[in-house]
């Protein structure tokens, strides 16, 4: 697997998606980051085999597979690459637009593939997007509250363990890993 660690990322954009991607990629390769593209390099190409959805399925698949342990995904909206993704399995997306979602996208929720929209954000603000994300990690301290991470990655285990057939059999009724209560606090001075 390609890991953060190692300084490897996997990117993809359909047309849309491509001018915020390769301001970030120029970013990230000045940082020394290797990135693997599966989207569109040559804005100019009309080739079909990079519509949105079909590079969100082709990243997903990727990390499905264990090939990549993140990656950085781009369109018009974030939004349709981001679905498409989301249908493979071990794929946890999210579409977002600031640095704390990115913080706490990773931190909080483990998402190993996130999604960004050139119609809504800034080449400054992708590029500090990604330095937060690939900057952080699950349980990375970004929250304060008791039992945040413990939380956090159970919902993320009993995803990844989630069988829609079974669920449907027990009447949608979820099955249980665990449970780690936790609330809406007010935080310590």
């Not at 499905?64 to 679905?83: K, N, Q, V």
């Not at 999210?94 to 800034?122: C, D, H, K, Q």
């Not at 929250?143 to 059999?169: Q, T, V």
């Amino acid at each position: 697997m390609k890991l953060i660690r190692d300084k490897q990322l996997l990117v993809g954009a359909d047309f849309a998606g491509f001018p915020l991607k390769e301001a970030v990629v120029r970013h990230l390769r000045e940082k020394n980051w290797i990135i693997t593209d599966v989207g569109v390099t040559d804005p100019g190409a009309e080739d079909t085999e990079f519509m949105f959805h079909r590079v969100g399925l082709k990243a997903g698949a990727m990390i499905a597979e264990g090939e990549f342990e993140r990656a950085l995904l781009f369109c018009g909206t974030g939004m349709g690459i981001h679905i498409a993704a989301s249908k493979c399995p071990h794929v946890h997306a999210g579409v977002l637009e600031s640095v704390p979602a990115a913080l706490r996208a990773i931190t909080g929720n483990g998402v190993n593939m996130l999604a960004m929209g050139a119609f809504y954000v800034a080449p400054q603000m992708g590029c500090d997007i990604a330095d937060a994300y690939l900057g952080a990690s699950l349980g990375g301290g970004y929250e304060w509250w008791p039992n945040f991470y413990e939380f956090h990655k159970l919902a993320i285990d009993e995803l990844e363990a989630f069988d829609y057939a079974e669920y449907k059999r027990n009447g949608f009724v979820l099955s249980h890993l665990g449970d780690y209560p936790i609330k809406l606090e007010v935080k310590p001075e």
